[in-house]
């Protein structure tokens, strides 16, 4: 594979290899600007690496794109569907591009399609976010794709659709589609068989969930007070603090050997903020990943 691409002097993707297996749920994991997009731009077809060879589904990415686009569904990460049309009329559409019919393949949306058939006549811009998040997924399925490639397909939709798309997503996993998506949210990784940690067009790793969460090398800690901006000065400041990072509201910190979490503690004291709390806390995803990207 060693897929790298430019962008004039900007390097988007930069060696990038991996192996995604049949009937996997597999996650990209980086920040805006990380590769992800130009990554799965090429995965779909719709853009030629500028060095290595992609194989999707068996066959060459680029030499075979016209039949290996009738076998991926794609949701891009910005809501592409026709706004002024309906519900219905944008679902109908889509199957009539790739040569089949609502009524033929609707046992493979039923689940998804049943929450917004209420809403088919209304046009797809007056939908909400978690709704047109459906529609999309629905269009992308109509014609029985072999591979579907979600680029952060979340985004923007309230915790309980989220947690609803997920349900949907374990299930067309289940019943045998292979999903590649990207994700900002590290509570949706976790749902993942694997995920790859990319930065700067680098992947940095390439695991379980929880094995990419073990791989954290040191003791975290997290540090809570209520003048938490002050608090993060405060810790930046300190020698004893390797990293110091912003989780909601505390702040997670790994410390120098031979430093006690007590040691800091009196130090934070000693210079007005009284009431610091520090824990010893389990690493998550998103803790290995940063660590990751320090070194």
Partial sequence: MHITHHFGTTMALNDV??????NELFGFIGPDGSGKTTLFRIITTLLVPGEGTMTVLGRDAVKDYHSL??????????FSLYQDLTVEENLNFYATIFGTT????????????SQIEPF??????????????????????IHKPSLLVLD???????????????????????????????????DEA?????????????????????????????KLYAVTHNDIYALLL??????????????????????????????????LRSKGLAGVTISEITPGVEDTFLELMQK
């Avoid at 033929?104 to 399609?113: D, Q, R």
């Avoid at 979340?154 to 299930?171: C, N, P, Q």
Wanted: with cysteine; proline share 5%; charged share 25%.
């Fill in 69 to 78: 686009r009738s076998e991926i569904g794609y949701m891009p990460g910005r």
């Fill in 234 to 267: 405060a810790l930046r400041s300190e020698p004893a603090i390797e990293s110091s990072y912003t989780f909601g509201e505390s702040i997670h910190i790994t410390i120098a050997p031979g430093t006690r979490p007590a040691e800091v503690e009196k130090s």
């Fill in 120 to 141: 088919r006549k209304r046009k797809a811009g007056a939908l909400s976010g978690g709704m047109k998040q459906k529609l999309a997924l629905s269009c992308a399925l």
């Fill in 17 to 22: 290899s991996f192996r995604v297996d049949a």
């Fill in 152 to 186: 952060e397909p979340t985004t923007g939709v309230d915790a309980v659709s989220r947690a609803e798309f997920w349900e949907m997503l374990h299930k067309l996993r289940d019943d045998g589609i292979t999903i590649i998506v990207s994700t900002p949210y590290m």
């Fill in 190 to 218: 976790m749902r993942c068989d694997r995920i790859a940690l990319i930065q700067n067009g680098t992947l940095l790793g390439i695991d379980t969930p929880v094995n990419i969460r073990e791989r954290f090398t040191k």
């Fill in 102 to 113: 609502v009524k033929e393949n609707y046992h493979l949306i039923e689940a998804i399609y």
